[in-house]
């Protein structure tokens, strides 16, 4: 019940602000306009949960579509309503009175938000750009000294069908002539037979030294089982709560993964992040570098002194302003940060996007970390 009301208020509050900022607080628009808007809002509002819960929850990939893009859309039109409220004020102190401040704060929300929503579309389903950071490792090897990791995360292959998306983005990581691709999950909403063509490119992608896998919380919404396996079909090594080791001029590095921290709750038997079980008989002498979907697992890292940490699951906060949500959650939102004497985190922003086609303000990326001795 407190759920229920939760999700009223949220609800009530994404399409209801926007509503009172845009037709009925002093813009005196003509009967004919707020009687459409407010049909507009109404029957966005009244579809919406129908449309998610159809959509997600019962595999209509075309209601999903038409969902999301309503609470992307809804988003961006709160937020900058939000900022309206301040620009309604600003006007009114400036001597500008209703209706003319009104309909000036209405539409220039109206506007960004148009333009906001059309670049956030294109940044969404571009290819993501290269984002590279150098990586010090104390006790990584001389033979070691420039390994290159490739880092994908979030790819979401989802309701629309991005296959060739998936493809541009394996000719582009296999342009940067990789030592080491990791994805560290939350590959696909939807089932491997639901998304294997959009998922299959992945097995084209090149890595001289190991490609490793973790699963994120996404897979526990579906078969994340299916997923491990699929991904193995494909030539990953699946790190389920285990290590590898690769070697390169004498050096050595363990790449370990663990399962996703919501995974312990699914209720699988056999899934649940386990440092322990992942680094077991690892040399301790030997660099770490940990593939663990969600920055939030970092304390596990630094206590069984992990040297760095992959990670995802944040998309940067994908649209303007919701990093600020996410960061009361997660420890980090975006890039290398350091956690403790010894362990390194580096937070991608996702490859790809969930829900809502949109990305505004926090653009996808394709990462590429070079590891340094020190």
Not at 96 to 104: E, F, K
Not at 129 to 134: L, M, P, S
Not at 179 to 200: K, L, N, P
Request: include cysteine; aromatic fraction near 8%; proline fraction near 5%.
């Amino acid at each position: 019940m407190r759920w229920t009301g939760t999700i009223t208020l949220i609800l009530a509050l994404l399409f209801g602000v926007p509503y009172v900022m845009l037709v009925v607080s002093g813009q005196a628009w003509p009967v004919t306009v707020v009687v459409i808007a407010t049909i507009v809002f109404a029957g966005a509002l009244a579809a919406f949960p129908w449309l998610m819960f159809r959509g997600h929850g019962r595999g209509r990939d075309g209601l999903a579509i038409a969902g999301d893009t309503i609470l992307g859309v809804i988003w961006v039109l709160f937020s900058w309503s939000v900022l309206g409220i301040v620009a309604r004020i600003v006007l009114f102190a400036a001597g500008v009175s209703d209706p003319a401040g009104a309909r000036i704060v209405a539409g220039a929300i109206v506007g960004v938000a148009v333009i906001l929503l059309a670049w956030g579309y294109w940044e969404a389903m571009r290819v993501p750009r290269v984002r590279t950071a150098d990586v010090r490792i104390a006790s990584l090897g001389s033979g070691l000294d420039g390994v290159r990791v490739v880092v994908l995360t979030d790819t979401h292959y989802g309701p629309i069908d991005r296959a060739r998306w998936s493809a541009r983005v394996t000719e582009a990581v296999n342009a940067l002539d990789a030592d080491i691709v990791c994805h560290t999950g939350d590959i696909a909403d939807g089932s491997v037979a639901r998304r294997r063509e959009q998922a299959a490119p992945l097995g084209l992608i090149r890595a001289k030294l190991a490609r490793a896998y973790v699963t994120g919380n996404h897979e526990y919404f579906g078969e994340p089982q299916g997923w491990l396996d699929h991904m193995q079909e494909l030539g990953w090594q699946p790190l389920h709560n285990r290590h590898i080791v690769v070697e390169r001029d004498g050096a050595t590095l363990t790449i370990a993964g663990v399962d996703d921290r919501t995974a312990g709750g699914s209720g699988l038997s056999g899934h649940g992040a386990d440092h322990a079980a992942a680094l077991a008989g690892a040399d301790p002498a030997v660099p770490v570098l940990l593939l663990a979907h969600q920055p939030k697992q970092i304390d596990g890292a630094v206590g069984h002194g992990v040297d760095l940490q992959v990670s995802g699951h944040t998309h940067g906060g994908q649209i303007w302003p919701f990093h600020y949500l996410v960061r009361t959650d997660q420890p980090v939102v975006a890039g290398l940060s350091r956690h403790g004497a010894r362990t390194q985190l580096y937070t991608s922003r996702g490859t790809g996007f969930w829900g809502p086609p949109f990305r505004v303000f926090a653009p996808s990326e394709i990462s590429l970390l070079t590891l340094r001795a020190a």
